[in-house]
């Protein structure tokens, strides 16, 4: 059994001054699932992102990915992660076109302008494809922002607040996105939307002043919270923050 591009967190730290933002979290993110952080603002969902991606550099703790060549820190496989960061990394000033593009020259991606074109087909933007990211509207940035993300064929990706302030319509679009890539692609979510974790993620790690206050699948969340076979991860993550039996 292959566990290639799985993801092993122990004891994550990091702090900003004296403020702890992630304080000591574990967790195992299998190759392939969708995997949320699930928490309110300042929860330290973006600060654990960033140490996974290899943005900051985390105060303690370790971080492997499982590769061909054994399991590697971040700053060792980072051309194989994209990342979509809860403020879009869209360039203005460039058009939808440009934007793709240039993510292929960042990486190096060979044959740019047929890659262009499969990701504009695949995220319907070829209609848009010379609108520049500022005549964008939300729903429409957030999905350039995923398809650059996807553009070098990431192993890993990273979406942070992906569908934060979207209407329901581009959420939905933007949740079949990330269900077409379960299976290929090990994904990590974050966000404050409980319908989001319980509709896109395999499992789910509630977080909470930058600990996990409880981790599994749904069902697993179910039982230890205490809730009945019926209850909604809102109940849930409610009886959970309550201080129920978790
Ligand atoms: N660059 C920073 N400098 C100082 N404090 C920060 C910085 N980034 C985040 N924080 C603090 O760390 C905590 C976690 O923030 P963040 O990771 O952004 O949470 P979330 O993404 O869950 O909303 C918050 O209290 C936030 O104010
Ligand atoms: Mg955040």
Known sequence: MKHENSITVRHLTKKYGTKTAVDDISFDVEAGTVFALLGTNGAGKTT???CLCGLTEPDAGEIGYDTETGL????DCREHFGL???ENAVGMHLTVEENLRLMGKIYGVPHIPERTEQVLAQFGLTEE???RGKALSGGMGRRLSIAMALFSRPKVLFLDEPTLGLDVLARRELWKIVESLRGQTTVLLTTHYMEEAQALADRIAVMQ???IAAMGTLEELREQSGTDSTASLED???????????
């Open 84 to 86: 979509s960061p809860q």
């Open 72 to 75: 590697r820190a971040p700053m």
């Open 48 to 50: 654990a992102v960033k």
């Open 209 to 211: 002043k930058g600990k």
């Open 236 to 246: 849930i993550f409610v009886r959970i923050m309550e201080g129920g039996s978790v």
């Open 129 to 131: 494809r010379r609108t």
